[in-house]
């Protein structure tokens, strides 16, 4: 575990965030986790500080857990780059492109086996994003060739408002009970929507 921070920590943060947004002091998209504390830090118990973390637009626990300094963090958020956030010095990368982040944390766990390294990768998704091409084959590649990355699939069951198994029309979602040591999956459910804060802002 790279911090001790606890599940309040974790929350009171986001909170701190949410209203910083509704008061109009955020003029850029931010997208708050709640939750999924519990799982998220249990997580974290298995990742070490020269390991790689990559995130969806969704990544302010990510950082926080990562060790990124609480205000060098929220200073990040407040310039508007929350769905954005990358901090090369603690190995975290984040991407506001549904799945852009995986290609490049499969690379990076290639690079790391190439290379004989003894690091891994830690790679976030959401429940609609583990149901795209992409994320099928990057997991069924990193399986193949035994890569050091885990998938770590965070279902809130929504794809922005939409329901994601009433999309594909199916009981379970692809890793919903998949057994394989490079994937994790967990459920929660956020009181925040997809983006923002719940409330209308008028910049």
Not at 21 to 37: D, M, Q, R, S, T
Not at 39 to 53: A, G, R, S, Y
Not at 61 to 67: D, E, M, P
């Amino acid at each position: 575990m790279i911090t001790n921070l606890t599940e309040n920590d974790l929350i009171q943060f986001e909170k701190e965030i949410a209203e910083s947004f509704n008061e109009a002091k955020i003029k850029a998209p931010v997208h708050l986790y709640y939750g999924n504390e519990k799982q998220i830090i249990k997580v974290f118990e298995k990742i070490n500080k020269d390991d790689w973390v990559f995130c969806s637009w969704r990544s302010h626990y990510q950082c926080l857990l990562k060790g990124v300094p609480r205000e060098e963090l929220k200073n990040e958020i407040m310039k508007g780059l929350s769905i954005s956030l990358c901090f090369s010095d603690y190995r975290i990368y984040s991407s506001a492109i549904v799945g852009g982040s995986l290609p490049i944390a499969l690379g990076a766990a290639l690079s790391i086996k190439k290379h004989n390294k003894r690091e891994k990768v830690f790679c976030f998704l959401g429940d609609m994003t583990s149901e795209t091409g992409i994320a099928h084959e990057c997991i069924k590649y990193s399986i193949n060739y035994d890569l050091p990355i885990e998938f770590i699939i965070e279902d809130n069951n929504l794809s922005v408002c939409s329901d994601t198994r009433k999309v594909w029309q199916q009981q379970f979602l692809t890793y919903e009970n998949y057994k394989n040591p490079k994937v994790t999956f967990y459920k929660y459910k956020s009181i925040y929507p997809h983006a923002g804060a719940g409330k209308r802002v008028q910049f």
